[in-house]
């Protein structure tokens, strides 16, 4: 009962803080420089070598409800232009579930002094819920929306992105989920243009990073940023109080980070909102992040991560925390001429 009050309260301080409740359906990774396939196939193959992640993030730890996310990919160079990869997202948060997976082809071509990965992506997401375990104020027959008592959607799906990267920089852009699909059966009686929705709505992430040698190769300097839109810069994009407008905010991530001796990574990031009111309003500050990672010399990576609250829900969020592991398959191959930092 106490994590339950603890739950409702995060609810009550968010809708106090941005007046209506809007939020990311995408999960959010602290560690997203290591896991880019999972939001941008373009990324496919583009280390040159065969690498594997797998990602835990456990948020706001004794809530009861609190959003527990894994991921797994898989990605490799096939040919010379082109990579391919598998992208797998499990994300549970209260009494709602969802498991995707995707393929991933990625067309590389020599562009500069880099290459452009062109990628696209196929798959399904599996989007679920159990209404049972909520409790309910008012009769659920007054709304349609709990009708059932554990749905069940498919929901078929692809996406496209675009990753351009150096030995110095990257930059990239993608839509992992192009269909934006409905979660709950409407009754087609009602036709009001104010009725609700429950939708799947498109996402758009934007990423760039640069390395830089401060020291030869005992000392790299990495800033990097990921920027992640609902219905295109959400909000952001429109003043409109209309229900049917993308209310979630475009959310940043800024990281800086070192490389010691290219074994050792130390980083802190911070995650942050562009609100409509952040224009002469208030803007919603979320995290401030630590996080290491540890390179073993046949491929295994190691790393971690925690989250530090510095919004409104710090008081009652819990710790979140992020575990990932590794392995890069001929990661100590002098051959390998594509970025090792990225």
Do not use: C
Not at 100 to 118: E, H, T
């Amino acid at each position: 009962m106490q994590n339950m009050r603890k739950l409702l309260l995060l609810i009550l301080v968010v809708g106090s803080t941005v007046g209506t409740i809007y939020s990311q359906q995408d999960p959010m990774f602290t560690k997203y420089m290591f896991n880019s396939l999972a939001y941008n196939p373009g990324f496919a193959g583009s280390p040159e070598y065969l690498s594997v992640r797998a990602l835990q993030r456990g948020q706001w730890l004794g809530i009861d409800g609190g959003p527990m996310t894994q991921s797994f990919t898989l990605h490799m160079p096939f040919k010379e232009r082109v990579g391919l990869g598998l992208s797998v997202v499990n994300d549970q948060i209260g009494a709602t579930g969802s498991t995707s997976a995707f393929l991933a082809y990625a067309y590389r071509v020599p562009f500069g002094n880099g290459k452009l990965s062109m990628g696209l992506q196929a798959g399904a997401m599996n989007w679920r819920a159990d209404w049972t375990k909520l409790r309910y104020r008012d009769p659920r027959a007054l709304d349609e929306t709990f009708s059932e008592d554990r749905p069940v959607r498919w929901m078929p799906n692809f996406g496209a992105g675009i990753f351009y990267y150096t030995q110095k920089y990257y930059v990239g852009f993608s839509v992992p989920q192009l269909i934006s699909w409905e979660l709950s059966d409407r009754n087609p009686s009602n036709t009001t243009s104010s009725a609700r929705t429950a939708r799947y709505y498109r996402h758009y992430y934007f990423s760039a990073g640069a390395a830089f040698s401060l020291n030869g190769d005992a000392l790299y300097f990495k800033p990097s940023i990921l920027i992640k839109s609902v219905g295109l810069l959400g909000n952001l994009a429109s003043q409109s109080n209309s229900l049917n407008v993308v209310g979630a905010p475009t959310e940043f991530d800024i990281d800086f980070s070192f490389l010691f001796y290219e074994s050792f990574w130390l980083g802190t990031s911070f995650r942050s909102a562009f609100n409509a009111s952040a224009f002469g309003g208030e803007s919603s500050f979320d995290s401030i992040d630590f996080w290491a990672s540890f390179y073993v010399r046949n491929g295994l990576r190691i790393g971690m991560s925690y989250d530090f609250t510095i919004s409104k829900l710090r008081p009652v969020s819990g710790a979140t925390y992020e575990v990932m592991l590794g392995y890069d398959f001929n990661f100590s191959d002098k051959k390998v001429t594509t970025p090792r930092y990225f």
